[in-house]
């Protein structure tokens, strides 16, 4: 049967209607006021309790900002507040960044997560020296390593031993995909052991199969079409050295309860002493896959804007980032690719948290209703509770304040 055209007269009541709807949807969907305001009161109330003398703290919701501002001082010295523009290290928030690099080298069939590191990095450069002496290739790398740990002289076999002693390439199969998802530590796959420092070393990985300097790729990849303008890595040097002169001081808290400012120069904190011992740090190496990156929470607004409008990556790639791993003998697993993954009431939680001593960070997103909390502070105070140990975000009582007050998933 013909449908009939609508008769010109309803047009305006039809289009009066539409308009409704649409309002009442958005209005539905809108964070109110009140929930902001309770929010902010708990924020403010955490930031002191938990020795943070500034911090940075924005709401993405539905692809948009809709909330951005500073705690406390970025500098107190000088009495400079902590503003959305304060940049930070993320120390550990760079893994997600990196894991977008990474899965962005998949989807141009570049890399498969499945190949062994070892054979993906045999023809590395690596960005590190032993007593003047570049090595070509991860087998021989990590061969160093265990050389160093085999020796209890060595004024780092400890050191070595706690980072690399339980990581064994050289009779064992590891991946990309295991370092990755933290399960390349004692027999890759069969469990999770959170682990930066192999993390690290999937920035070679981007280097190897592009050919770019990781900190090029991530300019010309996620930075640049995100429109992330306060971040380093910039491809403007002029950028680059406003944003890391307007860094945030960093603070660690006393035992009578003061604050002192603590030095912090590199993007990451290696300690001067290795170069004592023979051992030298690319400068390009101190941005790597598990930390480095500094940003603001208005830039990292943007890249999870540009992430959720799948600009950065397909939907079906994301949906795999946030999917947990499963281990060897089918369990599942904290972590996801380049996230942590916890389901609570029926609803996923993809997160993230940084911790580096005097500096602190956090991402939670609750995909399923597009709202995204970041969290930037100048101590160590927003990255302890435990954090990492398991999928549970909510050891963190700013996420825990987030999920309360913002979102519609019911917590115990």
Same mark, same amino acid.
């Given at each position: ?51 943070? !003398? ?20 970025? +500098?107190?010295?000088?009495?400079? !507040?902590?503003?959305?523009?304060? !940049? ?16 962005q ?18 023809n ?14 991860y087998?021989?790398f ?29 009779t ?46 991530l ?17 403007d040097?002029?950028?680059? +050295? ?40 690319? !400068? ?58 916890? +389901? ?26 597009e ?25 963190s ?16």
């Amino acid at each position: 049967m013909e449908k009939k055209p609508l008769p010109p007269r309803l047009l305006p009541l039809c289009i009066l209607l539409t308009s409704i709807l649409v309002f009442i949807g958005c209005a539905q969907n809108r964070i109110s006021d009140a929930s902001l305001q309770a929010f902010e009161t708990e924020m403010e109330q955490l930031r002191g309790e938990h020795g943070i !003398p500034g911090m940075s703290v924005a709401i993405v919701h539905n692809q948009k900002l809709v909330y951005a501002r500073g705690f406390g001082y970025a +500098d107190l010295e000088h009495r400079v !507040p902590a503003t959305e523009h304060t !940049p930070y290290n993320l120390a550990s928030c760079t893994k997600p960044i990196a894991a977008v690099a990474l899965m962005q080298c998949v989807e141009r069939g570049q890399l498969d997560l499945d190949t062994p590191m070892v054979e993906v990095l045999k023809n590395k450069v690596m960005p590190i020296r032993f007593n003047g002496e570049t090595l070509t290739g991860y087998a021989a790398f990590i061969g160093t390593l265990k050389e160093i740990i085999a020796d209890p002289g060595h004024p780092l076999s400890a050191d070595f031993q706690a980072t690399h002693g339980d990581y064994h390439p050289e009779t064992e199969t590891i991946t990309v995909r295991h370092h990755l998802t933290h399960t390349s530590r004692g027999v890759p796959g069969d469990a999770y052991a959170y682990s930066g420092d192999l993390y690290a070393d999937l920035s070679l990985v981007v280097e190897a199969v592009t050919g770019t300097l990781f900190q090029d790729y991530l300019v010309g990849n996620i930075m640049g079409p995100a429109g992330m303008t306060g971040t380093v890595p910039n491809a403007d040097p002029a950028v680059r +050295d406003s944003v890391l002169a307007h860094r945030s001081k960093y603070y660690r808290t006393d035992r009578d309860g003061t604050f002192t400012e603590v030095q912090e120069n590199r993007p990451i904190a290696w300690p001067d002493l290795f170069s004592e011992f023979g051992i030298d740090i690319d !400068p390009a190496f101190l941005i790597n896959g598990g930390a480095g990156i500094v940003s603001t929470v208005a830039d990292l607004a943007r890249f999870d804007a540009a992430l959720d409008r799948n600009r950065l990556l397909s939907r079906e790639t994301k949906e795999m980032m946030f999917t947990p791993s499963v281990s060897n003998s089918g369990g599942r697993l904290p972590y996801g690719l380049g996230w942590f993954i916890q +389901d609570i009431d029926g609803e996923r939680l993809v997160w993230h948290y940084g911790s580096a001593g005097h500096y602190s960070s956090m991402i939670v997103k609750v995909p399923q209703e597009e709202i995204t909390f970041f969290l930037l502070a100048n101590s160590g105070g927003a990255g302890k509770f435990g954090l990492g140990k398991d999928e549970n975000a909510l050891r963190s009582p700013f996420a825990a304040a987030f999920i309360r007050h913002l979102t519609k998933v019911t917590a115990e």
